[in-house]
């Protein structure tokens, strides 16, 4: 069998051996009061870039994410996946003392934001992250899953980029040690701050790392992998033209930022900026639900509205009789390419939504009103809208009677089912020009 999971904790990598008794703690899988002890279920709260640049936002951090839930969630584990600070490490205790709130053991990600300002080599890079929260690459089981931590931001002083996604030797032999000992009948989870994929044309993650990783879970019948930075939200299917080779496609949920766009945006009435993120997702937070088996189910909860699985854009005003030329449009928060999405007006027959690659229109006419503005909103302006993976649009009837009408749209999400939204358009009698 190898080693014993009594004795994975010494095989963490990114620190002195002095500090191994770190992981061997993260190991044990403890028990907190106020959690639901569930033995057929494992709740993980699944935080991407709270990233406060001060003290402010971490106000913003514990008033919109962290307080919400507390005394309301049923984890036992929670994740942030890197940029636990803006190149601001004095914020780190900030931070942890907020996540302390929620009463679970907690695992932290290192990100490019994490690094030390000025370091002069990939090696020493990383010591305000291993003061405050220990090794940057570690194991921790759990009774449904396995989960694994990786530093996966490699350094490069002088560099253009600065950095790159990637491992490291010791983190390889560390992956070597640990795999053969992991179950495969249960969930194993990569927890990662820079995303495996990358977009076209981009060169972000050295490919012979991600396949050499590949190549050590191929086995493995029950992977996720979970990534950051992007502040946005991706669903993305790892196949052979990225090097994956399993029997099954592997896939990467890219989890939205907790920061949303970097704490920006107009304040709303707790003034707290609306932090919108550029492909018109809220900020929040994911859960991921472990179950036996391997299975898991995954959820994206927007801070201020948790329930909302999609925010919908469309006209308040169309002219009747005029040509159906504009639409309404949905952004499905966990869409992925395949989702099923449908509309109907007035209750009538539901009709297909067709995906569309293009900005949210509610975070464009954010940005209007921006550039409107004779003065700024709020201490940055929300970003400037770019492609949404996961928005859906359908073409408003303006042949019906004039007045107010309907629209409902429904969303078959991988997890959750069914969910739906509504929003409402009015048709209006104009006279010939």
């Not at 907190?32 to 106000?59: C, N, Y």
């Not at 700024?376 to 007045?403: F, K, M, N, Q, V």
């Amino acid at each position: 069998m190898g080693r014993s999971w009594d004795n994975l904790g010494l095989f963490g990598s990114g620190m002195p051996m002095r500090t191994w008794l770190l992981p061997l703690l993260l190991l044990t899988g403890t028990a907190f009061a106020g959690t639901r002890q569930s033995p057929d279920t494992l709740e993980v709260l699944v935080f991407g870039d709270p990233q406060p640049k001060s003290a402010t936002d971490v106000d913003y951090y514990r008033r919109d994410i962290v307080e919400p839930l507390v005394g309301r969630h049923h984890a036992k584990l929670g994740i942030s996946l890197g940029d636990i600070s803006n190149d601001a490490p004095e914020l780190y205790p900030l931070v942890k003392a907020v996540d302390a709130k929620l009463g679970v053991p907690w695992l932290y990600v290192p990100g490019n934001h994490d690094v030390d300002v000025g370091a002069k080599d990939d090696v020493s890079s990383l010591e305000s992250f291993h003061r405050a929260f220990g090794k940057d690459t570690y194991a921790r089981r759990e009774k449904l899953a396995t989960f694994v931590v990786l530093d996966d931001v490699i350094v490069q002083p002088d560099k253009k980029p600065a950095y790159i996604g990637g491992f490291r030797e010791d983190q390889f032999a560390f992956l070597e040690s640990l795999l053969p000992n992991v179950p495969k009948d249960r969930l194993l989870v990569i927890a990662v701050h820079i995303p495996l994929f990358e977009g076209p044309g981009q060169h972000t993650f050295r490919d012979a790392d991600r396949e050499r990783l590949f190549a050590l879970l191929k086995d493995f019948p029950h992977v996720l992998l979970l990534s950051a930075h992007s502040h946005t939200q991706w669903q993305v299917a790892h196949g052979e033209k990225s090097g994956w080779h399993g029997a099954n496609p592997l896939r990467e949920y890219n989890v939205g930022a907790a920061c949303g766009a970097f704490w920006s945006g107009v304040k709303d009435a707790a003034g707290i900026p609306a932090s919108t993120m550029s492909d018109g997702t809220p900020n929040g937070y994911a859960v991921l639900t472990v179950k036996a088996g391997g299975e898991y189910a995954l959820a994206w909860h927007p801070a201020r509205d948790p329930d909302a699985a999609m925010a919908l854009h469309g006209p308040k005003v169309l002219r009747k009789g005029a040509y159906p030329a504009w639409g309404v449009y949905a952004n499905v928060f966990m869409g992925e390419e395949d989702t099923r999405v449908e509309y109907r007006v007035d209750g009538g027959d539901w009709q297909p939504m067709k995906k569309v690659l293009q900005a949210d229109p509610g975070l464009l006419a954010e940005n209007m009103r921006d550039d409107a503005a004779d003065a700024l909103r709020g201490y940055d302006r929300s970003p400037e809208a770019t492609p949404s993976t996961h928005l859906w649009r359908g073409a408003l009837p303006t042949g019906l009677e004039a007045g107010e009408h309907q629209v409902e749209v429904r969303a078959f999400d991988r997890w959750r089912g069914e969910q739906r939204a509504r929003t409402s358009y009015r048709l209006q009698e104009a006279a010939s020009p």
